[in-house]
Nanobody, 122 residues
Framework: QVQLVESGGGSVQTGGSLRLSCAAS????????MGWYRQAPGKQRELVAT????????YGDSVKGRFTIFKDTNVKKTVFLQMNSLKPEDTAVYLC???????????????WGRGTQVTVSS
């Protein structure tokens, strides 16, 4: 009922930048939160950043000051993650997560994208 399409992953060198995007579609009445998580091989999934509305943001400690999560009011139901000063330890699969309310009944949803690979080489 809710589909997420992620894009923007790739390979960069240390200090480089990437921008991820995640577009949500489907039977969405309202979106409460959009965010990014990441999972590296052998490690637990961890919070990267979330955003509620346009300005209520939260970041994982390891990315504060380097990553920025934001929305473009001209692009509906889409969240972006600008990643600067990338480090090898940022290498992971980045997964988009969106939570909100479905149309036609008011049931909540919590959807995950398939993930996009980010690789940072030293």
């Amino acid at each position: 009922q809710v589909q997420l399409v992620e894009s923007g992953g790739g390979s960069v060198q240390t200090g480089g930048s990437l921008r991820l995007s995640c577009a949500a579609s489907g039977s969405i009445f309202n979106i409460d939160v959009m965010g990014w998580y990441r999972q590296a091989p052998g490690k637990q999934r961890e919070l990267v950043a979330t955003i509620r509305g346009l300005y209520d943001t939260d970041y994982g400690d390891s990315v504060k000051g380097r990553f920025t999560i934001f929305k473009d009011t001209n692009v509906k139901k889409t969240v972006f993650l600008q990643m600067n000063s990338l480090k090898p330890e940022d290498t992971a699969v980045y997964l988009c997560n969106v939570g909100g309310i479905l149309e036609g009944g008011g049931f909540p949803f919590d959807s995950w994208g398939r993930g996009t690979q980010v690789t940072v080489s030293s």
